[in-house]
């Protein structure tokens, strides 16, 4: 069957004064609906470009995109403005860390959720007031009926990112982008969102495209899982697959950098020295070389010269040289934590 959401070879590439960015280089992944896909790596990986060139949300003017974003059969990306407007907010929508950033001050909570809904169905004040009562109900904002009156000051750090939820969940998209929507919050309000977003999916049937740096959110909301590195995919598969059995340097670094999810508590966390490549001048050969541990046990000088593929044999897979006898040794200590 065709999958719901579907991306083919996706580049995105930004022109700047210095030259032009590859930010997206060459990404592809399918999505069913109700299921969620978590997108996970470091700032300036690809992530939250991926999900906005989904969204259509590049300006036109510098950003040339390139291969195929196919929703419910619709190819998004020859798709006018006046189409993707359809869709935002309506069979897509998103979520973002900043609740602050996508509510307007100016405007309560409630005619702000309300103007999404008439804007997408055409409803009445009195039935947009209503909804809006409704979404806020759901996302678990107490006194709906009073607090749909209040400004987005008014509401607390958490309860704003409800209410951004519930305008993004507002007419019923069958695809929600979050990009590090628990980021800012701490960890309590963050498992509350966690799981309000899980009984959101459970109940809309939604697919969602969970963007974050951080694995823990990975292992608790993901059924597949795809890591990013300088603009690509360097592995891929389901969350037991990548998390309990990564196949790639860059992944195994991260899980070392952070605490174990159910091992022990002792093992020393060593974070990947070095910095994300630049965009502008990617490094040659596989982007992870200048920070990768393993490089040098790769012969030929390989890892600088020539970019690994990513293979992908049903849904699993990663972009590296190293053999799979090579990795089983290489990788044995992280096993041994486990
Ligand atoms: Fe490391 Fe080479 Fe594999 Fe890249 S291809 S992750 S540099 S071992
Ligand atoms: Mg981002």
Do not use: W
């Given at each position: 069957?065709?999958?719901?959401?579907?991306?083919?070879?996706?580049?995105?590439?930004?022109?700047?004064?210095?030259?032009?960015?590859?930010?997206?280089?060459?990404?592809?992944?399918?999505?069913?609906?109700?299921?969620?896909?978590?997108?996970?790596?470091?700032?300036?990986?690809?992530?939250?470009?991926?999900?906005?060139?989904?969204?259509?949300?590049?300006?036109?003017?510098?950003?040339?995109?390139?291969?195929?974003?196919?929703?419910?059969?619709?190819?998004?990306?020859?798709?006018?403005?006046?189409?993707?407007?359809?869709?935002?907010?309506?069979?897509?929508?998103?979520?973002?860390?900043?609740?602050?950033?996508?509510?307007?001050?100016?405007?309560?909570?409630?005619?702000?959720?309300?103007?999404?809904?008439?804007?997408?169905?055409?409803?009445?004040?009195?039935?947009?007031?209503?909804?809006?009562?409704?979404?806020?109900?759901?996302?678990?904002?107490?006194?709906?009926?009073?607090?749909?009156?209040?400004?987005?000051?008014?509401?607390?750090?958490?309860?704003?990112?409800?209410?951004?939820?519930?305008?993004?969940?507002?007419?019923?998209?069958?695809?929600?982008?979050?990009?590090?929507?628990?980021?800012?919050?701490?960890?309590?309000?963050?498992?509350?969102?966690?799981?309000?977003?899980?009984?959101?999916?459970?109940?809309?049937?939604?697919?969602?495209?969970?963007?974050?740096?951080?694995?823990?959110?990975?292992?608790?909301?993901?059924?597949?899982?795809?890591?990013?590195?300088?603009?690509?995919?360097?592995?891929?598969?389901?969350?037991?697959?990548?998390?309990?059995?990564?196949d790639h340097p860059y992944t195994l670094g991260l899980l070392n950098?952070?605490?174990?999810?159910?091992?022990?508590?002792?093992?020393?966390?060593?974070?990947?020295?070095?910095?994300?490549?630049?965009?502008?001048?990617?490094?040659?050969?596989?982007?992870?070389?200048?920070?990768?541990?393993?490089?040098?046990?790769?012969?030929?000088?390989?890892?600088?010269?020539?970019?690994?593929?990513?293979?992908?044999?049903?849904?699993?897979?990663?972009?590296?040289?190293?053999?799979?006898?090579?990795?089983?040794?290489?990788?044995?200590?992280?096993?041994?934590?486990?």
């Amino acid at each position: 069957s065709t999958p719901f959401l579907s991306l083919r070879d996706l580049k995105v590439h930004f022109s700047t004064e210095d030259g032009v960015v590859k930010a997206v280089d060459g990404l592809s992944f399918d999505l069913e609906k109700g299921k969620t896909l978590g997108i996970v790596g470091e700032s300036g990986s690809g992530k939250s470009v991926t999900n906005m060139a989904i969204l259509g949300l590049h300006d036109p003017r510098n950003t040339t995109m390139d291969g195929e974003i196919v929703l419910d059969g619709k190819e998004l990306i020859s798709a006018s403005e006046t189409e993707l407007e359809k869709l935002r907010g309506n069979k897509m929508s998103m979520i973002f860390q900043d609740a602050l950033a996508s509510l307007s001050p100016y405007h309560t909570i409630g005619a702000q959720i309300a103007e999404t809904y008439r804007k997408h169905t055409g409803s009445s004040k009195k039935e947009a007031r209503d909804r809006a009562i409704e979404m806020l109900r759901r996302v678990g904002i107490p006194q709906p009926d009073v607090r749909v009156d209040d400004y987005p000051h008014q509401f607390s750090g958490g309860m704003r990112q409800r209410a951004m939820i519930a305008m993004a969940l507002v007419c019923d998209p069958e695809l929600l982008i979050a990009d590090e929507p628990t980021t800012a919050l701490d960890v309590t309000v963050q498992a509350q969102i966690m799981d309000l977003l899980k009984d959101l999916q459970q109940e809309f049937g939604t697919a969602i495209i969970f963007i974050t740096h951080d694995l823990g959110v990975i292992a608790d909301i993901a059924d597949d899982v795809l890591v990013m590195y300088g603009g690509r995919c360097v592995e891929r598969g389901t969350k037991k697959q990548v998390l309990s059995a990564p196949d790639h340097p860059y992944t195994l670094g991260l899980l070392n950098s952070m605490p174990s999810l159910d091992g022990p508590v002792d093992v020393p966390l060593s974070p990947i020295p070095g910095s994300p490549p630049s965009l502008l001048n990617p490094p040659t050969g596989c982007r992870f070389h200048p920070r990768c541990a393993f490089a040098e046990k790769v012969s030929g000088g390989l890892c600088s010269s020539e970019q690994p593929k990513l293979e992908v044999t049903e849904g699993r897979g990663s972009a590296c040289h190293l053999t799979s006898d090579q990795k089983r040794d290489l990788f044995a200590d992280f096993a041994a934590t486990r």
